[in-house]
């Protein structure tokens, strides 16, 4: 039996974000509406709402939905942004990313995933502001810098210098850092040339990869 999917993200939403005090009314509907089963693979589509993250191959995972609601709230985003997003997975962050900003540029360090990224967000028709790129991540993309927000999908041993550098001033960055296995999520925010840091949460990712992430 094909499950209701609609059903199925409102009764996401409802259970694992809105009673975990996810507020932003934008954030909310955008993961009511973006069809999540859509960006996991078919053998896992039973798992697309459930409230834990889903293998999406080449050993990475899409983040369990309150994640990508917390990181995306915590951006603080109104619509206006430039966002650059480091660890597009299977499109979907980006997807949630694209709902809610300007323009979205997500980075893949896998060119599988990457391809499958581009694949999700066409057949979505949410590919309308998104532009995936394949490289390294942890570098930032500097052609379309400043970015007025930048979301880390990956965990990193310390914050990159290159995002740093094209985080915009004002701007504002939520990035996992710590171990392979544990860390902190961080909102990082960079006002009038001062960077300050503060932790939103404890967290397990995916290692970041790449030059200024785990080797």
Not at 21 to 37: F, S
Not at 81 to 91: D, P, Q, R, Y
Request: proline share 7%.
């Amino acid at each position: 039996m094909i499950p209701d999917w609609e059903a199925e993200r409102r009764a996401m939403v409802d259970t694992q974000l809105r009673r975990r005090g996810i507020r932003d009314p934008r954030v909310l509907r955008a993961l009511e509406q973006i069809p999540r089963e859509e960006f996991v693979p078919a053998e896992a589509r039973l798992l697309a709402c459930a409230d834990d993250p889903v293998p999406i191959g080449h050993a990475q995972t899409i983040s369990q939905p309150y994640m990508t609601a917390l990181m995306a709230e915590l951006l603080e985003l109104t619509g206006v942004e430039n966002v650059l997003e480091v660890g597009a997975g299977s499109g979907y962050h980006a997807a949630v990313l694209g709902a809610l900003a300007a323009t979205v540029v997500t980075l893949e360090l896998i060119p599988g995933l990457a391809h499958a990224a581009r694949r999700n967000l066409a057949r979505t028709g949410c590919d309308a502001n998104v532009l995936v790129v394949c490289g390294d991540g942890s570098f930032g993309h500097p052609e379309l810098a400043p970015y007025d927000a930048i979301s880390v999908a990956a965990a990193a041993p310390e914050i990159p210098a290159a995002l740093l550098d094209q985080l915009n001033d004002p701007g504002r960055m939520v990035i996992p850092v710590g171990e392979r296995l544990d860390q902190e999520l961080r909102v990082i925010s960079k006002r009038n040339g001062v960077i300050q840091s503060r932790v939103a949460s404890l967290c397990r990712f995916v290692p970041l990869r790449g030059q200024e992430g785990w080797r």
